[in-house]
């Protein structure tokens, strides 16, 4: 549908075009509180032909991105990018066209552009934000991300205000959507921190899912059973996925030692041993993946009473 627009509203541009000429050449006679009518025809159908040409060269320009850009996330910013450019140079060229004082107009819209900066400081400073998201990329459309005490994942960055679709909150837990909307005007980057949890170099995070055991639990049987359940649900993924992690850390200077199957960590409690399973998954699956494990290891655990006990009490 964009490049139809575009082609109709350059065919438009062109008879705008041809108005003029006719009637530059053939003029329109009377005036209109002392200012003459064809003088008004021209600027207004001059006005039209700009119009027009930046609406259509903006979606000519955009199908053509989009043609060759598969990627959502590129299309939704390229849409900005060019909605901005578009736009500025349209205003400009209607400006210069009414007033035919191309320098004249670059002096005033400098001093427009510098009581703007005094009058209008925060959203400036939320366009600058604009800016910095565009450039250094700390988050984009679809991510899964915290800003200051909001969650949740993005679903549109505009010039002015990230709107997220909330994840947790008051209403839910456990990394399940609320159904709520949270806009943050985006002057936040610019001074708050961004936790971004599925960045699109890398768009996993370590999990830990944790079984209370009694201290009469065989440790190396738990563990041991806890490690095979979670290498046949989702070893040879994660081990694909280490691959990734160890090449970004490669371009580094940070040394650590990664496992490629998933681990257990012990730790010790007063009334009873805790067992966390830590591997890795993406975000926006923790959840089903936690609760699948946990299935697991407690049906495997459930096959050997005698050997895996559970803590006896309320104080857990």
């Known amino acids: ?17 041809a108005g003029i000429a006719a009637v530059q050449r053939f003029g329109v006679g009377g005036t209109v509180e002392g200012i003459a009518v064809s003088f008004v025809l021209v600027r207004g159908l001059s006005i039209l032909a700009v119009v027009f040409v930046t609406y259509g060269c903006y979606r000519l320009a955009l199908t053509a991105f989009d043609r060759h850009t598969p990627d959502k996330r590129r299309r939704h910013d390229a849409k900005n990018v060019f909605r901005l450019a578009f736009g500025v140079a349209g205003v400009a060229a209607a400006l210069g066209v009414v007033t035919e004082q191309w320098l004249g107009l670059l002096f005033s819209l400098g001093v427009v552009g510098f009581a703007v900066t005094f009058a ?20 984009q459309v679809g991510d899964r991300v915290a800003i200051e005490s909001s969650k949740g994942d993005v679903v ?9 679709w909330e994840i947790n909150g008051e209403l839910v837990s456990s990394n399940q959507p609320s159904g709520r909307i949270i ?10 921190h ?36 979670a290498d046949e649900f989702l070893g040879d993924e994660m081990a694909a996925r280490i691959q990734r992690y160890r090449e970004r850390l490669a371009e580094t200077p940070v040394e650590l030692e990664v496992r490629d199957r998933p681990t257990v960590n012990v730790v010790q409690e007063e009334s009873w041993v805790e067992l966390r399973l830590r591997y890795l998954v993406h975000p926006k699956r923790g959840q089903r993946v936690r609760n699948e494990l946990y299935e697991r290891i407690l049906g495997a655990f459930n096959d050997d009473p005698d050997r895996i006990k559970f803590p006896i009490g309320r104080n857990r």
């Open 194 to 229: 961004v936790k971004n949890y599925t960045r699109e170099e890398f768009p996993y995070i370590w999990n830990e899912l944790t079984i209370q055991v009694a201290y009469e639990t065989e440790l190396d049987y738990a563990t041991a059973t806890m490690q095979r359940e």
């Open 120 to 139: 209008l400081q925060q959203p400036l400073f939320s366009l600058i934000g604009w800016l910095y998201i565009m450039i250094k990329r700390p988050y």
């Open 156 to 164: 549109e960055v505009s010039f002015l205000v990230t709107t997220l």
């Open 1 to 17: 549908m964009s490049r139809p627009l575009g082609y109709l509203s350059l065919v438009l541009a062109l008879c705008c075009s």
């Open 183 to 192: 806009t943050l005007p985006n002057s936040v980057v610019l001074s708050s």
